[in-house]
């Protein structure tokens, strides 16, 4: 299958140019919003434009939870960098009208796409967590069980800031740092991941794993193409 993947957004339209007639699946990333500069109007309407992309192609199209993104989601939790207290209500509201349309992970075969990635520290204490082994079954691929667990109370994990970023203990699927990541890549899986925001595409590939950094579209325009 011929994937494209879309790094953080924070409101840019770039995405329009990309002809998804081309492609097998489309996925996002995740920051939607919270651009430094762009319009509150501009920001709330990319992302709506963005939702209803889903609606019309809704096997296509995969939106991925940034950072950002669960702020607004999950009101007052998780707050981070670049909230825009004014934008809050309109937020929530749009991620939670809209929230089944929304995941932490899009998996196929042993390629795990996330917004920041997920390392071997984080994924075993994530699986000692007791509700976590309560709601997974044998058959969850990694990405189905972040999934379900994004729909719990336990999804406080998924969103923890590690020490790389001011938090405690190594940092959840969409707070995983570049250099936690590079240090401590999931074992078995390559990865594609934004978040940490960088001057050009970068591919770290270690025995039987890899991890790709595609956070760069405040510097280019670039969108990152697999075959999968």
């Not at 019309?56 to 702020?71: P, T």
């Not at 809050?88 to 939670?96: E, K, P």
Request: proline letters at 2%.
């Amino acid at each position: 299958m011929k994937h494209i993947i879309i790094g953080d957004l924070h409101g840019k339209d770039c995405w329009r140019d990309i002809q998804i007639e081309r492609y097998d699946k489309v996925i996002f990333l995740g920051d939607y919003v919270d651009h430094w500069t762009l319009p509150d109007r501009v920001i709330y309407e990319n992302l709506q434009n963005i939702i209803d992309l889903k609606k019309r192609h809704h096997q296509k199209i995969e939106l991925l939870l940034g950072n950002h993104d669960v702020q607004y989601l999950h009101f007052p939790h998780y707050l981070c960098s670049g909230f825009r207290p004014g934008m809050q209500r309109s937020l929530t509201l749009l991620f939670n009208e809209h929230r089944s349309l929304f995941k932490v992970a899009y998996q196929r075969q042993n390629y795990i796409i996330s917004h920041a990635g997920l390392t071997n520290r984080w994924y075993r204490d994530f699986l000692a967590i007791a509700l976590v082994q309560k709601i997974r079954d044998e058959k969850d691929t990694v990405a189905d069980l972040v999934n379900k667990t994004e729909q719990t109370a336990q999804r406080w994990i998924l969103h923890q800031a590690g020490s790389s970023r001011g938090g405690e203990g190594p940092g959840g699927i969409t707070w995983a740092d570049r250099k936690e990541l590079i240090a401590d890549m999931l074992d078995g899986y390559h990865q594609v991941v934004g978040h940490t925001v960088i001057p050009a595409v970068e591919s770290v590939i270690q025995t039987n794993k890899s991890a790709t950094f595609i956070d760069v579209l405040d510097n280019y325009e670039y969108f990152h193409e697999i075959e999968i």
